[in-house]
């Protein structure tokens, strides 16, 4: 029997340099060399239609490539379902992952998809629609950036040839916990894959990366076995 585990960051920031590949954003510290404003910040990314750009609070430029299949798609799915309950509640409407917000604390950033009453939008000037929209979103909803995929849920018990492949971009490890840790996965560097036979009786097993800050970053999900 066997099982894949895929140790990734699926997407919003990435994008893929290889089709297997993801990359973090590129941070360029800008300020106090160069202070961007946001119609400059507008400038550059029509210069720059292959790029998303955010700005920090901090005055540094985000440079993020466009994401993956995956990343688009599950994007597409968060925008439709926010777009057609906006719709259909009434009280507000929808922005997608293209749509820039200058925040209070000077950051300029676009969330994956983003809602805001109607009240607080009519507060805004048509004009100043087309640029970045000067306030905070009433709630904004972003892609999970780190994840443990599994191929099953749920598998029959027996003795299992797990592979166990980083698609990431960070290296991480796969535990394999009941109590204990049964089974582990080494250090696995970004674009590695590996093995692991265990061994897997009826029960609930977790699959966690126990690097700090991983599991809590979402690196970690289930595995039912069966009878
Ligand atoms: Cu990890």
């Keep these: 029997m066997a099982i894949t585990v895929r140790a990734k960051r699926p997407i919003r920031t990435q994008s ?14 800008l300020r106090p060399v160069i202070d961007l404003t946001p119609d400059q910040l507008l400038e550059l990314s029509s ?33 439709a379902q926010l777009w057609m309950w906006a719709e259909q509640e009434g009280s507000g409407a929808t922005g997608d992952s293209s749509t820039l917000f200058k925040l209070p604390n000077g950051a300029i950033r676009s969330p994956d998809a983003a809602w805001i009453t109607n009240a607080r939008l009519a507060t805004i ?13 009433d709630f904004v909803v972003e892609l999970r950036e780190w994840a443990i995929d599994l191929s099953a849920a749920e598998v029959p018990s027996g003795r299992f040839r797990l592979t166990v492949r980083n698609v990431g971009e960070k290296p991480h490890v796969l535990n394999i916990e009941q109590e204990l840790v049964v089974a582990r996965q080494p250090w696995l560097a970004p674009g590695e894959q590996g093995v692991v036979e265990v061994t ?27 009878n």
């Excluded at 089709?19 to 590129?26: A, C, F, G, L, Q």
């Excluded at 100043?128 to 306030?135: A, G, H, T």
């Excluded at 009826?202 to 966690?208: D, E, K, L, M, P």
Aim: aromatic share 6%.
């Design 16 to 29: 893929a340099s290889t089709p297997d590949e993801v990359t973090s954003p590129i941070i360029l510290q």
């Design 47 to 79: 210069l720059n239609d292959d790029l998303r750009f955010e700005l920090t609070a901090e005055g540094a430029l985000s440079i993020m490539a466009p994401t993956g299949w995956d990343g688009g798609h599950q994007n597409a799915g968060i925008t």
């Design 125 to 137: 000037p048509a004009a100043q629609r087309r640029k970045p929209l000067p306030l905070c979103p």
């Design 200 to 226: 897997l009786l009826s029960g609930n097993y977790h699959f966690i990366c126990p690097i700090a800050g991983h599991e809590a970053y979402g690196m970690e999900t289930s595995l039912t076995v069966l």
